[in-house]
């Protein structure tokens, strides 16, 4: 018989270790601390807006046409092979998706928190043609999960995913302005919050976090 108890300091050591390993996935998580970095992510927040437009209208466009300077382009082509190839890794050997568009953002830090979340991600499917990229959409976009748990523990505020992606529209904006609006009045005065828009394409992932949520009790008979 286990003489330790829910929540006595032995299982609640183990637990606690086993949440940080799993904090520990992929060292930097980007979807907590998000940095661009040009060498394996695509800037879209400064895509041509011809290209852009044809992308939000049509769920698809070529990188060119997205990304029309020759200089900036063959370097947006290197980083998208650099996406692809890690999208087909981590895809074959893990089952896991990891080619999204990282869509606004949220900083915490001028509350001392070292948060800098995306806000959406939208699923991309990238595929090679000649010499170039079809920049394809995969699929409905979803919230960052880590953004919904840092906002509750952080601040005990609690949104509902549904509820935000209810401002998207069909064909519009990446990151509706109504969706930021909606955000900043639930962080109201509790959060100097800095809210913007980004459109990051790269590879990202919300496994970590979703296994962090399989684990949030300590009370599970089998381990007790």
Same mark, same amino acid.
């Not at 044809?54 to 046409?65: A, D, E, I, W």
């Not at 000649?130 to 995969?138: F, K, L, M, P, S």
């Not at 009045?185 to 980004?198: D, H, R």
């Given at each position: 018989m286990n003489e330790n108890t829910p929540g006595t300091p032995a299982n609640r050591a183990v637990w606690d270790a086993w949440r940080s390993e799993i904090q520990a996935i992929g060292v930097t998580n980007p979807l907590i601390t998000y940095d661009f970095d040009a060498f394996c992510q695509i800037d879209l927040d400064r895509a041509h807006p011809g290209g852009m437009a044809?992308?939000?209208?049509?769920?698809?466009?070529?990188?060119?046409?997205l990304v029309r300077d020759p200089l900036a382009f063959s370097k947006a082509l290197a980083a998208a092979k650099r996406i692809d190839g890690k999208t087909h890794k981590l895809r074959d050997h893990f089952g896991i998706e990891t080619c999204f568009i990282a869509a606004g953002l949220i900083g915490l830090e001028a509350d001392g928190f070292d948060l800098r979340m995306p806000i959406l991600l939208w699923p991309i499917k990238l595929i090679r043609t000649?010499?170039?990229?079809?920049?394809?959409?995969?699929g409905a976009p979803l919230v960052n999960p880590a953004l919904l748990d840092n906002l509750e523990v952080c601040y005990g505020i609690n949104l509902n995913e549904g509820d935000l992606l209810s401002k998207i529209q069909p064909r519009s904006d990446l990151v509706p302005v109504s969706?930021?609006?909606? *955000? =900043?009045?639930?962080?109201?005065?509790?959060?100097?919050?800095?809210?913007?828009?980004? *459109? =990051?394409?790269?590879?990202?992932t919300t496994v970590p976090t979703q296994m962090l949520n399989d684990i949030k009790t300590i009370d599970v008979p089998l381990l007790n």
């Open positions: 044809q992308f939000v209208s049509t769920g698809s466009s070529p990188l060119s046409n000649a010499d170039d990229y079809e920049v394809r959409q995969n969706l930021l609006e909606t *955000l =900043a009045a639930a962080l109201g005065v509790k959060a100097k919050a800095e809210i913007k828009n980004i *459109l =990051a394409l790269g590879n990202f």
